[in-house]
């Protein structure tokens, strides 16, 4: 069937997606973890740090825990952040992430293969050029 024949389906107007309060919401998130995080640490801390670490790196090894998953499922908030598996699994979270770390960044340190490596993947699929080009014009 050629283009422009038959019905035409009308568009949508647009609706609260697309409008900003998604982003705004997680915007509000994202500044209550920095101003709760500055709480916790000392140090040359940057914003993204304390996001990066809280939001990637913790809740990432937490989220592979699949008896977490079952107790935030068959729990209300309040009694799975009174979990001993929670208190156990962060500290194992804590663990893993500085083990991870420190090989990961060792292994950096001492191959320039592993560091260019870093680098390609930074610039291609990491987008490194193209958000800092972003974070620049605004």
Not at 34 to 55: A, C, K, Q, S
Request: aromatic fraction near 4%; charged fraction near 30%.
């Amino acid at each position: 069937m050629p283009l422009g024949s038959g019905d035409q389906p009308k568009l949508q107007p647009i609706d609260e997606t697309g409008s900003g309060a998604v982003q705004e919401k997680e915007k509000t998130l994202l500044d209550e973890i920095i101003r709760r995080v500055n709480d916790l640490f000392e140090g040359e801390l940057t914003d993204d740090d304390m996001l990066v670490y809280v939001n990637g790196v913790l809740k990432g090894k937490l989220m592979e825990f699949g008896i977490l998953a079952k107790q935030a499922k068959n729990n209300t908030k309040e009694q799975f952040s009174n979990s001993p598996d929670l208190t156990k699994e962060i500290m194992n979270a804590i663990i893993d992430a500085l083990a991870a770390h420190s090989t990961m960044s060792e292994q950096a340190l001492g191959s320039e293969r592993v560091r260019d490596g870093l680098k390609d993947v930074l610039l291609g699929p990491g987008r490194l050029w193209e958000d800092l080009r972003d974070r620049a014009a605004r």
